[in-house]
């Protein structure tokens, strides 16, 4: 992404984040500052191990993301991610890629 292009992108997010936070929550997001500690994230593919990263620790008092745990915590939380869907037998993809979904049971047998 081109660096002139940051605020541009920046405002979509925020407008996206308030519509998503007062449809939600009935309220709209407000930046406060930084509240607590977060990790550093030093190359331009872990923004979001980052950002989960700082959610989870503030939650669960789990480490902190650096890049020695990037990709430790990158499995960590996919493989939770996994074992939510595959659990709770929800379907976010479309139809056929989801093993916990019936039409993807219909789609594998009926080939």
């Given amino acids: 992404m081109a660096g002139h292009h940051y605020p541009k992108v920046m405002a ?3 407008t996206g984040i308030e519509l ?3 449809a ?4 709209t997001f407000a930046s406060r500052g930084r509240k607590y500690n977060t990790g550093l994230q030093l190359d331009f593919h872990s923004c979001g191990v980052c ?7 503030k939650i ?3 480490e902190i993301f650096t890049a020695a745990t990037r990709d430790k915590l990158r499995l960590e939380y996919f493989t939770q991610a996994a074992e ?3 659990t ?4 976010p993809l479309p139809v056929g890629y989801s093993p916990t979904c019936s039409s993807f049971h ?5 080939s």
């Fill in 60 to 62: 669960h008092g789990a």
């Fill in 24 to 27: 939600a929550f009935g309220t």
């Fill in 12 to 14: 979509s997010v925020r």
């Fill in 88 to 91: 709770r037998q929800v379907c």
């Fill in 20 to 22: 998503l936070t007062a």
């Fill in 51 to 57: 950002v989960i990263n700082a959610i989870y620790a």
């Fill in 84 to 86: 939510y869907l595959l």
């Fill in 106 to 110: 219909r789609t594998v047998t009926s």
